[in-house]
């Protein structure tokens, strides 16, 4: 291990006087003070903004409250605004329902009206008849000459030939084997 050097703490004892270290002692003790004092305005300062921002926090949070509450209550006047207008919208459908039932329309058609309704009914029925007399000729057009969808009765009476002739071979085919 190594030795320390005891010269050096010798010359330093042989300096020593208490007043002097007294003396270093307080300028150490004065620094730190100030050092200390220092610190403790800063803290006073960070607690005065900490104060300023909690005052402004608490009128914040009763703003809100505030706010709040008005909001509640114009939410309320709403609700009540909208069952009255729905009350006010079923008592005027209400009301239209009674006056639909008991409403008489009082309608007078004189004979003039009345022969132009005859007249009109009558050149309609004219109308179908003609046009039905016309699909009836054409239909009859159409059987005589074998065209259209239907079967002339001569073709049916070929295909039926065909059908009961195939038949019987049919049966003959299937006796056989």
């Keep these: 291990m190594k030795q320390p050097d005891t010269a050096a703490l010798r010359e330093r004892l042989a300096n020593y006087t208490p007043e002097e270290e007294l003396k270093q002692d307080m300028q150490e003790l004065d620094g730190l003070l100030q050092e200390v004092n220092c610190q403790i ?3 006073r300062n960070l607690l005065n903004e900490i104060q ?3 005052e402004e926090l608490h009128g914040i949070h009763g703003s809100l409250k505030h706010t709040v509450q008005r909001e509640r209550a114009a939410f309320k006047a709403l609700e009540a605004a909208k069952e ?3 009350n006010i ?3 005027i459908s ?3 329902v009674k006056v639909e039932k008991n409403t008489v329309i009082h309608a007078k058609v004189d004979d003039r009206e009345l022969a ?3 007249q009109c009914s009558a050149d309609h029925i004219k109308a179908e008849k003609k046009l039905l007399e016309e699909h009836s000729k054409k239909l009859a057009k159409h059987l005589q000459k074998n065209e259209g969808i239907w079967l002339s009765s001569f073709w049916t009476k070929i295909m039926m030939s065909f059908f009961i002739f195939y038949t019987i071979l049919l049966l003959i085919y299937a ?3």
């Design 94 to 96: 209400n009301a239209i």
């Design 116 to 118: 132009k309704v005859n």
């Design 41 to 43: 305005v800063g803290l």
């Design 52 to 54: 300023a921002l909690k």
């Design 89 to 91: 919208v079923d008592g």
């Design 84 to 86: 009255s207008a729905d």
């Design 175 to 177: 006796y056989i084997k």
